[in-house]
């Protein structure tokens, strides 16, 4: 149950980061805990980052208040997600999963270089 919860309170995070609504700090506050005392931080930080289907995101309403919004994966905005999750990370205090994710960061770009100099062969 709280694996299907964490993206969306990671995308209201996100969502309210942008804005001035009161619920950043409950938001950092209940992200922040479940990633200091869930069994594999690291797991869920990728799947936060890298999911293969469609997303539900927050944004504001044409007349105010705010509505969500199914978008795909091209559409989602990765640099603001990443601003986001490096934020988180700060507030859990705990350098060994920013280290991880760093290195599985790193890892992925590899993956991304060597596909691509084999596609230009």
């Not at 601003?83 to 990370?89: G, K, M, S, T």
């Amino acid at each position: 149950m709280r694996k299907k919860v964490i993206p969306q309170i990671f995308q209201l995070y996100c969502f309210v980061c942008q804005t001035v609504y009161n619920v950043k700090n409950s938001c950092e506050e209940i992200i922040s805990n479940y990633f200091k005392y869930c069994q594999n931080p690291l797991n869920i930080i990728k799947k936060l980052i890298f999911f293969k289907q469609d997303a539900f995101v927050f944004k504001s309403g044409e007349s105010g208040g705010v509505i969500i919004e199914k978008v795909s994966k091209d559409e989602r905005n990765y640099l603001w997600e990443g601003e986001c999750i490096v934020n988180i990370l700060k507030l859990t205090k705990n350098d060994n999963i920013a280290g991880d994710l760093f290195l599985f960061l790193i890892s992925k770009l590899n993956v991304i270089k060597k596909e691509e100099n084999f596609s230009e062969e």
